[in-house]
């Protein structure tokens, strides 16, 4: 079956750095685009970044542009998002995501049927 996991997370500082990754199991990755979401407490989860199967195309939050790199190694399966100069409103569980099939509609979480886990990031102002 399809398998995302994310890894990365954690406690930084404001104004730091981290980069999360997705790795995916169960599928041929390089056929399908990426997304990146969050979810702060009580909070809706929110779009952050997404990317399109092989990497060409990029869409970012408004917030977050400037600051976070979305990224894919189709050899590796894997998913990055990278994020500098950090916030405390970044705080917030970070999932990975994947459709089930080909959308154009990669800011809609709805259009995403496989999920990781989550990971926590934290950042302490």
């Known amino acids: 079956q399809v398998q995302l996991v994310e890894y990365g997370g954690g406690l930084v500082q404001a104004g730091g750095s981290l980069r999360l990754s997705c790795v995916l199991s169960?599928?041929?990755?390089?056929?399908?685009?990426m997304g990146w979401f969050r979810q702060a407490p009580g909070q809706k989860r929110e779009f952050v970044a997404a990317i399109n199967f092989d990497g060409r195309q990029t869409y970012y939050e408004d917030s977050v542009k400037g600051r976070f790199t979305i990224s894919r190694d189709n050899a590796k399966s894997t998913a990055y998002l990278q994020m500098n100069n950090l916030k405390s409103e970044d705080t917030a569980v970070y999932y990975c995501?994947?459709?089930?099939?080909?959308?154009?509609?990669?800011?809609?979480?709805?259009?995403?049927?496989?999920w990781g886990q989550g990971t926590q990031v934290t950042v302490s102002s």
């Open positions: 169960g599928r041929t990755f390089g056929a399908f685009a």
């Open positions: 995501a994947t459709p089930q099939g080909h959308t154009t509609y990669l800011m809609d979480d709805y259009e995403y049927q496989y």
